[in-house]
């Protein structure tokens, strides 16, 4: 196996791990010799993933993560049968294409939940130090919605936002425990959610990009790079991966 | 509150050793983030809100039962 952004042995645990780019990274970091625990809601979906693994001490974790008063059970549960974790990638997240006069606090409450608080819940379970293994790295799935924006994204981008400067507060308070935490903030993905849209909205999606519409494979990269010792001095950080997208 | 259950939260708290009991010197745990952890904590079970200095004087976690008072924990 090639050793540059090796995950030899690492136990990771990945959030939104039933489709896109959770499902994604799950498969990239099993490929880099990761043992995964798949943490998502629907059972059906995290065994499509598992079924696409390479080989490894991979768990399927049903929760829904924004019950909250279970994340430190279900952290515990995949440390009895992982092992002490090494890498976290927060991928679970909804969508809301909603104009800011129709919003409501329920619906920013929504979005903060699944896209900010859970992630940061999971991560302060983690971080324990009975969970952590002694090196360990952070990984938040953003949005480059949370730097530019577009009408009708209030509650979405405000949420992605928040993980951006959540992730740098993070970042110096677990930085003496060896821990690093690092957002990536994608641009739009060419996943089955994309298929729904007519084909002349996708085409002028493609054009604000100026590489093209990306692949969870082009975010799973990212992702296996900031959870490798390769990128060992980054922390706080947010890689922009959008195909050149935020630059106009 | 007990207060082997306090000492229990406050193992989590500061992350202190796990054999950690009422003599254990707990000054050097107390950064600045430390201090914030511990006064939320007993803000949360005893209602008490103690200030940065107040804390600063804490030197293990005996010391800090008897600045909580003895008689508001239940053994």
């Keep these: 196996m090639n050793k540059f952004c090796s995950l030899e042995d690492k136990n990771i645990v990945i959030t939104g791990a039933s489709s896109g780019i959770g499902r994604q990274c799950a498969i990239a970091c099993s490929q880099r010799g990761a043992n995964v625990a798949l943490v998502a809601r629907n059972k059906e979906r995290l065994d499509e993933t598992f079924a696409q693994l390479d080989t490894g001490n991979h768990v399927i974790i049903e929760q829904n993560i924004t019950s909250f008063?279970?994340?430190e059970s279900m952290i515990e549960t995949i440390v009895e049968q992982m092992g002490s974790i090494c890498g976290f990638v927060h991928c679970a997240g909804v969508e809301l294409t909603l104009p800011f006069r129709n919003m409501n606090p329920e619906k920013y409450r929504e979005l903060f939940d699944i896209n900010v608080i859970s992630g940061f819940e999971i991560a302060k379970y983690i971080t324990k130090k009975r969970?952590?293994?002694?090196?360990?790295?952070?990984?938040?799935?953003?949005?480059?919605?949370?730097?530019?924006?577009?009408?009708?994204?209030?509650?979405?981008?405000?949420?992605?936002?928040?993980?951006i400067s959540g992730v740098r507060t993070l970042a110096v308070?677990?930085?003496?425990?060896?821990?690093?935490?690092n957002c990536i903030s994608p641009g739009y993905i060419d996943t089955p959610l994309l298929k729904n849209i007519p084909e002349e909205k996708k085409q002028e999606l493609a054009d604000k990009h100026p590489l093209g519409l990306g692949n969870p494979e082009d975010v799973a990269n990212a992702v296996v790079f900031l959870l490798s010792d390769q990128s060992r001095w980054i922390t706080g950080s947010n890689i922009i991966v959008d195909g050149g997208y935020s630059l106009s | 509150?007990?207060?082997?259950?306090?000492?229990?939260?406050?193992?989590?708290?500061?992350?202190?050793?796990?054999?950690?009991?009422?003599?254990?010197?707990?000054?050097?745990?107390?950064?600045?983030?430390?201090?914030?952890?511990?006064?939320?904590?007993?803000d949360q079970h005893f209602n008490k809100r103690y200030s940065a200095e107040d804390i600063r004087k804490v030197t293990s976690v005996k010391s800090l039962i008897s600045m909580i008072g003895i008689d508001k924990f239940e053994d």
């Design chain 1, 173 to 181: 308070e677990v930085a003496k425990k060896q821990i690093r935490a």
């Design chain 1, 131 to 163: 969970n952590i293994d002694e090196v360990a790295s952070l990984v938040f799935i953003s949005s480059v919605m949370g730097l530019v924006t577009q009408p009708g994204l209030i509650g979405y981008s405000t949420s992605k936002g928040a993980l």
């Design chain 1, 69 to 71: 008063d279970q994340l």
């Design chain 2, 1 to 42: 509150m007990k207060k082997s259950e306090f000492i229990e939260e406050l193992i989590d708290t500061l992350e202190l050793e796990d054999n950690s009991d009422e003599n254990t010197e707990i000054a050097e745990y107390l950064d600045s983030l430390g201090i914030l952890s511990l006064i939320a904590l007993i």
